[in-house]
C-alpha cells in the first residue's frame, strides 16, 4: 500500500515534469508573428520630474515617444517622421 502511494505520487510529478516541458518548448518555437528588433537604440532621455521621465527610441524603422511614471502605466507614442523627432530632440535638448 505504500509504495503504491509513493510511485503514484512520483508518477504524477514526472507527468507535471513532461508538461511543463513541454509547453516550455512549445512557447520557444511559437512565432507570433511579430519579428523582434535588431537594434533598440535610447536617442534621448529626459526626466520630467522626480517621477516622470520621457524616452525617444528606436526599434528598427520605428520611434517612439515613451513616457514613464513611477506609479502609473506608461505612455508610448509612435513617431515615424524623421522631421518629427529632430524637432523634439531640439526642444529636448534645449530645456
Known amino acids: 500500500m505504500m509504495y503504491e502511494k509513493v510511485a503514484l505520487v512520483i508518477l504524477f510529478l514526472a ?3 513532461v508538461v511543463q516541458i513541454f509547453l ?3 512557447s520557444k518555437s511559437t512565432s507570433y508573428g511579430l519579428s523582434e528588433p535588431t537594434n533598440i ?4 532621455r529626459l526626466n520630467l520630474s522626480k517621477t516622470t521621465q520621457l524616452n525617444i527610441i528606436t526599434a528598427g524603422s520605428d520611434t517612439l515617444l515613451i513616457v514613464s511614471p513611477k506609479n502609473a502605466p506608461a505612455t508610448v507614442m509612435a513617431l515615424n517622421l524623421p522631421d518629427k523627432v529632430s524637432v523634439v530632440e531640439r526642444q529636448i535638448n534645449e530645456v
Open 15 to 17: 507527468a507535471l515534469f
Open 24 to 26: 516550455y518548448r512549445r
Open 41 to 44: 537604440k535610447v536617442i534621448s
